[in-house]
């Protein structure tokens, strides 16, 4: 049995469609400056440090004459030809490090990348140990309880001997079996 033409057609047509729109994207994606403008990699340089004087805004984010001044900063040293690392050692250099978004990995900052990590790490270990000591042992829910005492151990003996001596029958009404 064969496809009817136009269930045939129809069929070509989705993946003419398909086919089409994968090569508009390739064509837009091509057609992107490679190399970012040197706006942009100001504005992506500012976004790696704090404005001087707000609290928790970049500054590429704010716009407060302090965080204008640091993009200026920035964008002339770009132009001049300075590396990216020469401006952020410049600015840290006249801010501080307070004035990077990611504080460096070392010295005390470093604890700023190590402890999440320690704590995660003890946290799991303690869940480890937590779930350990609940699982019960693979014997079966009495075998790791200690042996009771003598005493105890006898009335249970003596109640298993007189069940198996005398059996509960279904008609007693007992319940037992």
């Not at 049995?1 to 091509?30: F, S």
């Amino acid at each position: 049995m064969t496809a009817a033409p136009a269930a045939l057609a129809r069929r070509w047509a989705i993946w003419a469609a398909i086919a089409i729109a994968a090569l508009a994207a390739l064509a837009l994606g091509a057609s992107r400056p490679s190399h970012p403008t040197l706006e942009q990699r100001t504005m992506s340089l500012a976004s790696q440090v704090r404005c001087p004087v707000c609290g928790g805004e970049s500054a590429a984010q704010s716009q407060v004459a302090a965080a204008v001044d640091v993009r200026n900063q920035i964008h002339q040293e770009l132009a001049a030809g300075t590396p990216p690392k020469k401006v952020l050692d410049d600015l840290v250099q006249a801010y501080g490090t307070s004035i990077l978004e990611r504080p460096p990995a070392r010295g005390i900052g470093l604890l700023v990348w190590v402890l999440p990590i320690a704590a995660v790490v003890v946290a799991t270990a303690g869940l480890v140990l937590a779930f350990a000591r609940w699982h019960r042992p693979r014997g079966g829910p009495a075998a790791g309880l200690a042996a009771g005492n003598p005493e105890d151990e006898a009335l249970v003996a003596r109640a298993l001997a007189a069940r198996s001596e005398h059996p509960a029958s279904p008609e007693d009404g007992s319940g037992n079996r």
